[in-house]
């Protein structure tokens, strides 16, 4: 079945704020527009963000763990949703693409523990070419695993940001805002899609051209 929405299976993830129309999931706040939810979780994003940069939370050194994006998530969300930092119980779709199923995603993670992010971070000083890639490479499955109810992109691509700062470049500038922004974000959904086949190149691409334009403004 095609949707441009998640499709959600019952469950105390699937529910949503009394009288918001079911534009807003249920939360702590009792907040039930988008508009003020949307706001909300990019302050707390920002918020949690200079917290852990201002406190060293992570360090050029830190290899990630499952636990750690976790952590991650439940320290940006904790105060708006109960399940924050929980893994997903619900099995979910976007845009005709099916995750794989939420029973799956505690194994899923100690895989990709395991394997990718004990290889690719910390993420090294190195070619940006070769920087790229290995952004592409962790934000794919991170994404295709889609760990959380809600925040998977926003969380990998605070990922990338530190892995970024890890290797010694400046954050990238995705463009999702402002002139260009429809384009960005086509470009961006279409490479992670390609990704989720293991065919990380246009990422990878999409990755260094943000880092390149964030290079280009700091001339």
Known sequence: MHTSRYDIATGVEGEYEPGSRRKVLRNCLGIR??????????????????????????????SFTAELIRRMHRDWLGRVYQWAGDYRSLDMAKGGFVFPPAVRVAENMERFERGILAVETPCRPRDLGKVSESLAVVHSELLLIHPFREGNGRIARWLADIMTAQAGLPLPKYGFAGEGSRRNRAVYLKAVIRGYGRDYADLAGFFEAAIRRRLETED
């Open 33 to 62: 527009t988008k508009k003020e939810m949307d706001q909300v979780e990019d302050a707390a994003l920002m918020a949690v963000q200079d917290r852990y940069y201002n406190e060293a939370e992570i360090t050029s050194g830190t």
